[in-house]
């Protein structure tokens, strides 16, 4: 039997450089592996030196502390940061060689001469979310055609976001190209048209234009509902104490589970505060000592209860979370449908008292 000490969250790169070779070969563009948010939950220097090493060129990251985050890793790669703030700092981008996405004429503001930076235009093609609106457009790129002749930026690119995972999206594309039409007409000579990320990557190659931005992909996730890539993620506890109890006793906050039989309960150190949804209690299940076991009760902070039946196992036997799947454990997806919720939620909730470890 396996013991582990703590509950442990393992990373597997080879599911990663698999997933990377995968995109690299899938789509008719340049692959940048989108790092954001701790790589998925996967560790942003770990996500971005294997999916580098597999085939993508690029890295792309919301903030410019995750862009900071990911030179220190060593990648010497491109990088792009898109979420700035109107006051973003010029001097970090330009020391780290950092392509910046502007979405408004304030940005731009942020630009010096004596800090020239690569700019691409962050066109908002049918989310109301991040990226300019389609009427502000125009300004923008009059805007940055003048910050490019002052020498404060070159604009090397357009992007913009699409918003659905699960069909194609026409508008978004022509809205897109309808912005880069207008930029070179404004005297800007964009080389990167970027649209696609991981759903249209693997479904619409309409879209890839010169560059993809996979994230989810890379760790083994399919919005699309298209393609199996592989998990990256093993997610495992030891059991900490087991017992026997009569029919009749309420387990847990509030007694939500009272057992209707005599039965053995196990209890893990797991809990919605390292990344267990709260909102799967009485719905989720773990592989404990070859079978699935059920949540039973309200998932705790730091804990939760698993019942064993007539089938004990041992304190310190090792319970698996989640898995690839392979050996019949719960995947991401499983707890993704039991918490309602998307498998993206799950990877990145992770909680920081999980330990780490990387294969
Ligand atoms: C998160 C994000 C991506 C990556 O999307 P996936 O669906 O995870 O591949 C790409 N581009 C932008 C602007 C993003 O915010």
Known sequence: MTRTRAATLEVDLSAIAANTR?????ADAALMAVVKADGFGHGLADVARTA???????????????????????????????????????????????????PSVRHLAATHADHPVRVHLHLDTGMARDGAAPDEWPALVAAA????????????????????????DPAGLAALLHGVDLAVRAGLRPSLRHLAT????LTDPSTHL???????????VDPSGSTRLRPALRLTAPVVQVRRVPAGTGVGYGHAHVTDRATTLALLPLGYADGLPRAASGRGGVLLAGRRRPVVGVISMDQVVVDLGD?????????????????????????????????????????????????
Do not use: K, Q, Y
Request: some cysteine; proline content about 7%; aromatic content about 6%.
């Open 22 to 26: 995968l995109f690299a070969d899938t």
């Open 198 to 201: 991981t759903a249209a990557a």
């Open 210 to 220: 010169d560059l993809v931005r996979v994230g989810v992909g890379l760790v083994g």
């Open 52 to 102: 580098l090493a597999h085939g993508a060129t690029w890295c792309g990251v919301t903030s410019l502390e995750e862009a900071v985050a990911v030179r220190a890793a060593g990648v010497d790669a491109p990088v792009l940061s898109w979420l700035n703030p109107v006051d973003w700092d010029v001097e970090t981008a330009a020391a780290h060689r950092v392509d910046v996405a502007v």
């Open 311 to 359: 089938d004990p196992v041992e304190p310190g036997a090792e319970a698996v979370v989640f898995g690839p799947g392979d050996a019949g454990e719960p995947t991401v997806a499983d707890w993704a449908r039991w918490s309602g919720t998307i498998p993206h939620e799950i990877v990145t909730g992770i909680g920081p008292r999980v330990r780490r470890s990387v294969r």
């Open 145 to 168: 055609r003048r910050a490019e002749a002052d020498g404060r930026i070159a604009v090397v690119g357009v992007m913009g976001h699409l918003p659905f995972a699960d069909r194609p």
